[in-house]
């Protein structure tokens, strides 16, 4: 069956815009994650969504980085007034159920900030 | 949850087994070790995960010390596509929140 997708691929922004990362999760999967990978480093997780709602949104860095999970399906990362520091892969991942159970992730977006 | 410690590179013959270790020592009784794998530009990809028994799949084999303070994830026969970064992670079985770290860079070699 389909994977994990993320739309897009790749997006350059400029300093101080507004952009927007899609993620389709795998059919039937309940949990949908949010990561950030920088260059040379591990993913770090940023959001966690059971259903429509976020579980635990600890690891957003700050108030500029939201997200959103309207119908339990599809999620957007949305990040405001981007800057150079926000440079990096954004993953998604999603599971069955809850976080017991395997996560299985997409591609990523990788997110340019001139 | 327990930090984990991972050399940062290693290499290993195509068709050899490779050999990746991990030391965890403040695991604590409920914590699992799990271990995921990075090809290049690609998300991340489960591998295996255990609580104190050797697990083994279609993919590697996981080897716990009794004391649960390090353990080995093992591919039998490594093969040039098995290049790639293999991240130790060691959380409760409920959280979501997994610390990946830096992970190793295994290379394998033909």
């Known amino acids: 069956g389909a994977g994990v997708s993320q739309t897009p691929s790749n997006k350059v922004t400029e300093k101080g815009k507004y952009v927007e990362l899609r993620c389709d999760p795998i059919?039937?999967?309940?949990?949908l994650y949010w990561y950030r990978q920088s260059l040379g480093q591990g993913p770090e997780f940023l959001i966690y969504?059971?259903?429509?709602?976020?579980?635990?949104d600890s690891g957003l860095p700050n108030d500029r980085f939201f997200a959103v999970r309207p119908e339990g399906s599809v999620s957007t990362l949305k990040i405001q007034r981007t800057e150079r520091g926000d440079s990096a892969v954004y993953l998604c991942?999603?599971?069955?159920?809850?976080?017991?159970?395997?996560?299985?992730f997409g591609p990523g977006t990788r997110l340019t900030v001139t | 949850d327990a930090k984990t410690t991972q050399p940062p590179s290693m290499d290993c013959a195509e068709g050899r087994a490779a050999n990746l270790p991990c030391n965890h020592s403040t695991i604590s009784g409920n914590e699992y070790v799990y271990w995921y794998r990075q090809i290049h530009s690609q998300g991340p990809q489960y591998i295996i995960h255990?609580?104190?028994n050797n697990e083994t799949n279609e993919m590697a084999s996981l080897i716990i010390t009794e004391d649960r303070k390090s353990s080995t994830l093992i591919l039998p026969h490594a093969t040039l596509r098995d290049t790639a970064v293999y991240y130790c992670?060691?959380?409760?079985?409920?959280?979501?929140?997994?610390?990946f770290g830096a992970g190793t860079r295994l290379t394998v070699k033909p």
């Open positions: 992670i060691v959380r409760f079985y409920n959280n979501n929140d997994m610390r």
């Open positions: 059919s039937g999967h309940t949990a």
């Open positions: 255990g609580l104190k």
């Open positions: 969504f059971q259903g429509t709602g976020a579980a635990d």
């Open positions: 991942a999603s599971s069955l159920m809850g976080p017991s159970y395997e996560q299985y």
